[in-house]
């Protein structure tokens, strides 16, 4: 593709991502809007323009799957030169290279799973865990290195923001245990995925000739997901850029959702302060999802507006009208499940494919109910985050005939075809199975490879056997899996970044989302920005469900997720009663709709009563007066020093927000 051609296919908003060819940018792309599209065709006009080399440009996202996917674009548009990696990905290469020069020999085995050697270091320190205990603790320990919290430094650190130290141990216990940790790991001669990081970053600071090789070879730098980065991440990042600004960063803050893991959005929402002159684009068309979805997913986000965090963006949608969001509850959760599974299979008999239907919850533990109705419904499915595809040992059988079947392929005959032959002998069939179960599991992962085949060809019909390999070598070791057809369970967490015809969001009860857990008001913020996750994952066809019980038969002792009630159909939100010199004026009765929405919010963080937030006399005069200080607002009917002293500042934001001209 020329360049005129890469900027032909996109948007303005993408335009101008792709036209914005020296750093520093900012890119704040909403859901669905064709970010990658976008930061893609950015690298490829960039190489095409000649103004990148592909081998100067490093991009690097969260997951193998989303770094395998824009390989896969990037190539598509001509720059398949550029490396577009996973963080550790990234790391993990230049230290393997580096090791032996810098430190000699092989470098140190890198730990699969830390629970040993925590158990171990607990057992040193005299703190008592079970496998529970010692999986938070391990947990625990990641945070603490990609926050760049050393022991000594823990408690500290932990009571500063009121961290839950887990499994009831003293902050100053964890802190030992995490010496310990890192004793264990000395010993045993290993390392774990956190010190790729750290040992990386650090040669790069310590070692001037390291640091020059790296910079010299990567100039120009892309980060999806920014809103993701940990402090560890970034101080990596810093270490690759070496002062420079070539770098272009895309990400949206009402996707943070693993701040419980020492992902933070502070780099993204403050990388124009940081970083003067910025050029700072906003992606809001979506692409994605109906008008239907859409609206939904504003409304979710936009109770977040006033709560104290970035502001959202407010999306746009792009396709034509589809059906109406649904809502459904129902008596336990056994009967959700299987109502899900029959609404799936109607789906699956009007034409949409099992793979394009997701069920989605908070926890794992949920996804049980759902496996025995899909089960029970002769319905296909896969769990995410279960068995990783390439790990199966059919999948391994099979890769291993490919393997040979490629070297004795007759060239006249069409790949597709030359793929089936040779998985003939791996006990494909052309039709599956008649019942679930193993044989219908192993079908499922090898028709994957079928389909993956079939879609090589279609996008380029003179692929050989031996490119088709090659690409199934390049995805295994990034872990980048075929489509399995089923319908996908999978958490909220896990579902990030993917997107379906259908969505069916699930256990929507107060308790399960929010969790029980998230007890402040950044726990339940980021709970409801799960909610906004999940709601966007969806095309077309939306739903949203709770169950009143757990077990059937058993009390109704569950109520609806306080991010549903606002929602719910056939509930309203009160609304005050609105005097004439408000209801009149547009912009008064925009300041008292807002102010309403922050209360409310504000009520549900604090356990009070909207009207111990701010009277509903006060509200309605804020809304008529527009005070724009707080000496102004002090001269308000139903305004008291207590209101001034704890939300002043914030209600002024919202009337000087809501009073602002749209646009």
């Known amino acids: 593709m020329s360049a005129d051609d890469l900027l032909a296919a996109l948007d303005p908003e993408q335009r101008a991502v792709a036209t914005a060819l020296r750093g520093p940018v900012c890119v ?33 996202t969260f997951t193998a799957r989303a770094a395998g996917e824009m390989r896969t674009r990037l190539r598509a548009l001509g720059a398949g030169g550029v490396q577009a990696r996973t963080f550790h990905a990234a790391a993990l290469r230049q230290l393997g290279f580096f090791w032996p020069k810098v430190v000699g020999g092989a470098p140190p085995r890198i730990l699969e799973q830390k629970a040993q050697l925590v158990a171990e270091a607990a057992r040193r320190v005299g703190i008592a865990a079970d496998r529970t205990s010692i999986r938070d603790l391990a947990s625990e320990i990641e945070w603490a290195k990609v926050s760049l919290v050393v022991a000594d430094e823990y408690a500290k650190a932990a009571a500063a923001i009121d961290r839950v130290v887990p499994g009831g141990n003293d902050a100053q216990a964890v802190a030992r245990l995490m010496t310990a940790y890192e004793e264990v790991k000395d010993e045993r001669a290993v390392i774990d995925f956190e010190d790729v990081l750290l040992l990386l970053a650090a040669m790069l600071a310590e070692r001037r000739d390291v640091a020059d090789e790296v910079r010299g070879q990567y100039r120009h730098f892309v980060v999806d997901e920014y809103q993701d980065v940990s402090p560890l991440q970034q101080y990596l990042l810093d270490q690759w850029l070496g002062g420079r600004q070539e770098l272009c960063v895309v990400g949206d803050p009402s996707q943070t959702i693993y701040s419980f893991a020492g992902a933070t959005p502070h780099h993204l929402t403050s990388f124009a302060k940081n970083h003067p ?41 792009q396709r034509p009208d589809g059906p109406e969001v649904r809502y459904a509850t129902y008596d336990d959760d056994d009967s959700e499940a ?152 999978a958490s909220l967490h896990a579902a990030k970044g993917l997107e379906w015809d259908a969505v069916f969001l699930a256990g929507l009860s107060e308790g399960l989302l929010p969790t029980a857990l998230a007890d402040t008001p950044a726990a339940v913020a980021e709970e409801r920005r799960l909610l906004y ?35 719910w159909p056939g509930t309203s939100r009160p609304q005050p009663h609105v005097p004439r010199e408000v209801s009149d004026d547009p912009t008064a009765r925009r300041i008292a709709d807002r102010l309403t929405t922050w209360r409310e919010e504000q009520a549900r963080q604090t356990g009070v009563t909207p009207a111990r937030v701010l009277t509903t ?11 724009a200080t707080l000496e102004e607002l002090a001269r308000l009917r139903g305004v008291g020093q207590q209101t001034l002293a704890t939300v002043g500042d914030r209600i002024l934001e919202v009337v000087a927000d809501a009073a602002a001209p749209a646009g």
């Open 277 to 317: 002159g910025a050029e700072v684009v906003r992606l809001v068309r979506d692409y994605r999802s109906t008008p239907q979805v859409v609206s939904l997913a504003n409304r979710v986000i936009d109770a977040t507006r006033h709560a104290g965090g970035p502001t959202p963006l407010e999306l746009r949608a």
């Open 617 to 627: 006399t006060a509200l309605e005069a804020i809304a008529a007066r527009r005070p």
């Open 28 to 60: 704040l792309a909403g859901a669905g809007t064709g970010k990658t599209r976008a930061i893609t065709h950015r690298i490829a006009y960039g190489i095409a323009a000649g103004i990148y080399k592909p081998g100067n440009v490093l991009a690097v």
């Open 338 to 489: 299987i109502a899900i599974a029959r609404a799936a299979a109607r789906l699956v008999a009007d034409g949409t494919r099992p793979s394009e239907i997701a069920i989605l919850y908070r926890t794992n533990a949920q996804s049980e109910a759902f496996e025995e109705a899909l089960a029970s419904a002769g319905i296909g499915y896969q769990v995410r985050g279960g068995e990783r595809f390439f790990a199966r040992r059919d999948v391994r059988d099979a890769l291993v005939l490919l393997r040979g079947g490629a070297r004795a392929a007759d060239p006249d005959q069409p790949m597709p075809d030359a793929v089936r032959d040779i998985l003939v002998s791996a006990h494909w069939t052309p039709e599956p199975p008649p019942t679930r179960g193993a044989a219908r599991e192993r079908w499922d992962a090898l028709q994957a490879l079928v389909a993956l085949a079939d879609e090589m060809a279609l996008a380029n019909p003179a692929t050989t056997v031996a490119e088709y390999v090659a690409e199934l070598a390049e995805r295994a070791s990034a872990q980048h899996a075929p489509t399995v057809e089923g319908v996908t369970l």
């Open 533 to 567: 996750v999940g709601v966007t994952r969806a095309r077309e066809h939306l739903q949203l469900s709770w169950a009143r019980s757990r077990m059937p038969g058993g009390r109704a002792s569950r109520s609806m997720s306080r991010f549903l009630v606002p929602l």
